[in-house]
């Protein structure tokens, strides 16, 4: 078995990544992202193909990891545009212009996730409808 030494800035380098280890390990963020939606409105109705604005804002405490956001027909949760990335923030402000087509009246849920790198996540959610 071979014998390892350290000298005396071995041991102090070693005890400085065991501390800054232990810090993070002890550093425990349990708070969500908070997401605030501004656009589209419950409830809006737009017609196929039609561009809509989404707009919405993530804030985090600490820092945040990604966002999603899809659009989904209610009915059966079939994903008609879905969008993301991978961010690192505290404080994200966020503008999307979407399209879907459709061929008749399409209940809609629009769908929005953020999530920090602890594993903390929000979800927000509105209804709108897409028509022919």
């Known amino acids: 078995m071979q014998e390892i030494k350290l000298s005396g800035i071995g041991i102090l380098l070693c005890a400085a990544m065991f501390f800054v280890a232990c810090d993070k390990d ?10 605030t939606l501004f656009s589209p409105d419950e409830g809006a109705v737009f017609n196929s193909g039609d561009s809509i604005m989404v707009s919405f804002r ?18 059966d949760g079939v994903v008609l545009v879905s969008e993301g990335n991978h961010q690192h923030a ?14 008749s009246l399409t209940p809609c849920i629009l769908w929005i996730q953020a999530e920090d790198h602890s594993g903390n996540y929000a979800v927000l959610e509105r209804n709108i409808s897409i028509g022919p």
Do not use: K, Y
């Open 26 to 35: 002890t550093h425990e963020d349990d708070i969500a992202p908070l997401i």
């Open 58 to 75: 993530i804030e985090e405490n600490d820092e945040l990891h990604r966002w999603d956001m899809e659009l989904r027909r209610a009915a």
């Open 90 to 103: 505290q404080l994200l402000n966020v503008e999307l212009n979407i399209q879907a087509s459709v061929g």
